[in-house]
T-cell receptor, first 112, second 110 residues
């Protein structure tokens, strides 16, 4: 099993719909992150969490919300999806040490 | 704000043709510079962490070096399986996140 699992892998949704992307990890790390990746822009941080009771906004949090249900689970929601939220979304974990992040395989989201 | 710029955007190499990728950065108090490899349809995979100017790390045909303003990823005698997008990221003194460059997509032809 993968260390970081994201579901779904692919999703097409309509403008205005609410959608949730889920992430679970078996690394035992406290820190979890949500990034989006767009061609030519690299990975940009949406939200991050250092423990179950700690949630922080990243550089592009508008239009998104998150929930940290447990140490191992961190979900990202789009309250009312819009086409410019079409992107590849990655969840990542870290222990704050020397090996950076462990990433999931990503969710490709298309908003039509 | 931390900034990372990678060049070139794309690099096409013949098998065995060595080359280098550049990562220029500005950061307030570098805690670490990270290199990742990303294959199509997959998440980034950790390669190296560099902490101070002059440091070098190697893994198979890859070698990463660091100066005070930039890092280089050298690919020696590449093979087709080295084809991927290589991402550079920095972690500043605030310690809460990595800031990523847009990546360099390397294609190695047999």
């Amino acid at each position: 099993d993968a260390d970081v699992t994201q579901t779904p892998r692919n999703r097409i949704t309509k403008t205005g719909k609410r959608i949730m992307l889920e992430c679970s990890q078996t690394k035992g790390h406290d820190r979890m992150y949500w990034y989006r990746q767009d061609p030519g822009l690299g990975l940009r941080l949406i939200y991050y969490s250092f423990d179950v009771k700690d949630i922080n906004k990243g550089e592009i949090s508008d239009g998104y919300s998150v929930s940290r249900q447990a140490q191992a689970k961190f979900s990202l929601s789009l309250e009312s999806a819009i086409p410019n939220q079409t992107a590849l979304y990655f969840c990542a974990t870290s222990d704050g040490g020397n090996y950076g992040y462990t990433f999931g395989s990503g969710t490709r989201l298309t908003v039509v | 704000e931390d900034q990372v710029t990678q060049s070139p955007e794309a690099l096409r190499l013949q098998e065995g043709e060595s080359s280098s990728l550049n990562c220029s950065y500005t950061v307030s108090g570098l805690r670490g510079l990270f290199w990742y490899r990303q294959d199509p349809g997959k998440g980034p995979e950790f390669l190296f962490t560099l902490y101070s100017a002059g440091e070098e790390k190697e893994k198979e045909r890859l070698k990463a070096t660091l100066t005070k303003k930039e890092s280089f990823l050298h690919i020696t005698a590449p093979k087709p399986e080295d084809s991927a997008t290589y991402l550079c990221a920095v972690q500043g003194s605030n310690d809460y996140k990595l800031s990523f460059g847009a990546g360099t997509t390397v294609t190695v032809r047999a």
